[in-house]
Each structure stands twice: as structure tokens, then as C-alpha cells.
């Protein structure tokens, strides 16, 4: 079956890095809009304790906040491993076709993470499949550190 996507055409592997920064900040991005008012460009870590002082937030509201700012944290914490991994990859000689697959799961997995921590927590009994799909990506980046090593051995 063909692939709806040419892996072949071209490394696009090092563009993957900005676009991973845009999928870690666009949670934050998203918290900063339903705060409104209680963001605090001044302390913008005080922001949850602003909004939860805010009673026209609904409790759901609020949850995603906290949901959102978690999940750009977390993004911004496996960044440089992934940047790491990425120039590992590029400096070992491998195939441009293999490190677009890992980086293109890597950003999937990371968009599937954003959207199931921020919105579909909002069902308790979707909890699981959050750290499901953080592991996928965990395992695509440590895959590009695999296939580095391989590479030059």
C-alpha cells in the first residue's frame, strides 16, 4: 500500500524541531486565552492562582488551564532531548526517509498528547491514554538516538 506521505522526497527532519517548539508552546498559548484577564504578564506563574480566585471560571475551565500549562511544560522538558536527537540522527548518515518517519510520529504523538492531556481529560476515564501516547513519543525520539547509533557502527 502506498504511503500518503513520500518519506523519500527530501530531510525535512531539522524543520520537525520548530514545528515540535510550536506543538509545546500552543498549549500555552491556549491557557493564556481562557485566563484572559488573570494572566499576569508580570507573574505568568501565578496565573492559576489568579484564575481560581476568579469565580466566573467553571471548574472544567479551570482544570484545562492547569491541563494546558502541564502539558506545555512538559513539551518544553523533552525539547532539547528531541533537538538532540534530531542533529544525532542528521550526524550519523540516517536515511532521510527513516528520520522523516521518527519525526514525523514524534510530532503526531506530540499533537495527540497536547489535545488528550488539555480536552479529553476532561473525561477522568481518558487518563490512560494520556501517558500511552507520551510514550509513543518518548519511543520515536529514543528510536532517532537507535538509529544514530547504528549508523556509525
Known amino acids: 500500500m502506498a504511503s500518503l506521505i513520500d518519506f523519500t522526497a527530501g530531510n525535512w527532519?531539522?524543520?520537525?524541531?520548530?514545528?515540535?517548539?510550536?506543538?509545546?508552546f500552543a498549549p500555552h498559548a491556549?491557557?493564556?486565552t481562557l485566563a484572559g484577564k488573570n494572566y499576569d504578564m508580570g507573574n505568568p506563574r501565578k496565573t492559576e492562582e489568579h484564575c481560581a480566585k476568579d469565580t466566573s471560571f467553571d471548574k472544567q475551565t479551570l482544570h484545562r488551564i492547569s491541563r494546558a500549562k502541564a502539558a506545555s511544560a512538559n513539551g518544553f522538558e523533552t525539547l532539547g532531548l528531541y533537538a538532540a536527537a534530531v542533529v544525532a540522527g542528521n550526524a550519523a548518515g540516517v536515511a532521510a526517509e527513516r528520520l522523516n518517519q521518527l519525526t514525523l510520529a514524534y510530532l503526531l504523538s506530540r499533537a495527540v498528547y497536547v489535545y488528550t492531556y488539555v480536552v479529553l481529560q476532561d473525561n477522568a476515564r481518558m487518563a490512560g491514554l494520556r501517558p500511552l501516547v507520551?510514550?509513543?513519543?518518548?519511543?520515536a525520539m529514543m528510536m532517532l538516538f537507535?538509529?544514530?547509533g547504528k549508523a556509525v557502527n
Open 146 to 148: 537507535v538509529a544514530a
Open 30 to 32: 491556549y491557557a493564556v
Open 134 to 139: 507520551w510514550g509513543a513519543g518518548i519511543t
Open 13 to 24: 527532519s531539522y524543520y520537525t524541531i520548530p514545528a515540535a517548539f510550536v506543538l509545546c
